[in-house]
C-alpha cells in the first residue's frame, strides 16, 4: 500500500513495444551506496552518455552530495532517471528534503515508477535508438510510464 493507491503485484496487460532498428548503448546506469560521491556522475557525463539511470535508496532517495553532479548532469540535457535498488519498491515524489524522490523530481529527474534500473535502461536504448532528441525520449518515457 502506497500513499496514493493500493498496488497489486500481476503480471500486467500493458505491454509496450519500440519499434527501432537500433539501440543506442549511450545509457548509464548507476547503483547508490552509502557514502557515495558524483565521480560516476561526473565520468559518464564526460564520457558522453545520452542518460543516467541512478538506482537509489527505497522511494527514490540519494545522498545530497550527489545534487550537484545531478544537476550538472540535467544542465547539459543528460536525461536522469532515479529507479529503486529495492526488490519491489517503487519510486514516488514522497520526500522533498534534499535528495529525496520529491526534491530530485523538482530538479528534473524522472522518476521511473516500479520499473527496474536494468529495464529503464533498456527502454531508454530502445528509445534513443529511434529517436536523437532527449527532450522527445523525456516525453515519450513520462507519457508512457502514465500509462502503466
Known amino acids: 500500500m502506497d500513499p496514493d493507491t493500493i498496488v497489486y503485484h500481476r503480471a500486467t496487460?500493458?505491454?509496450e513495444s519500440v519499434w527501432t532498428e537500433r539501440l543506442?548503448?549511450?545509457i548509464d546506469l548507476i547503483k547508490a551506496?552509502?557514502?557515495m560521491d558524483g565521480k560516476y556522475i561526473d565520468i559518464s557525463v564526460q564520457s558522453g552518455c545520452r542518460a543516467i539511470v541512478i538506482e537509489a535508496f527505497g522511494r527514490g532517495n540519494l545522498p545530497r552530495e550527489l545534487i550537484p553532479h545531478i544537476?550538472?548532469?540535467?544542465?547539459?540535457?543528460v536525461?536522469?532517471?532515479i529507479a529503486s535498488r529495492t526488490y519491489t519498491g517503487r519510486v514516488l515524489?514522497?520526500?522533498?528534503?534534499e535528495g529525496g524522490g520529491k526534491h530530485l523530481q523538482d530538479l528534473g529527474a524522472?522518476?521511473?515508477?516500479?520499473?527496474?534500473?536494468?529495464k529503464v535502461r533498456l527502454k531508454l536504448m530502445a528509445l534513443f535508438g529511434k529517436y536523437d532528441d532527449p527532450e522527445l525520449v523525456r516525453r515519450f518515457f513520462l507519457q508512457s510510464q502514465e500509462l502503466e
Open 110 to 118: 524522472i522518476l521511473a515508477g516500479d520499473l527496474k534500473g536494468i
Open 93 to 97: 515524489p514522497e520526500y522533498g528534503y
Open 33 to 35: 551506496v552509502a557514502g
Open 24 to 26: 543506442d548503448t549511450g
Open 79 to 81: 536525461l536522469v532517471i
Open 13 to 15: 496487460l500493458y505491454r
Open 71 to 77: 544537476c550538472s548532469a540535467i544542465a547539459k540535457s
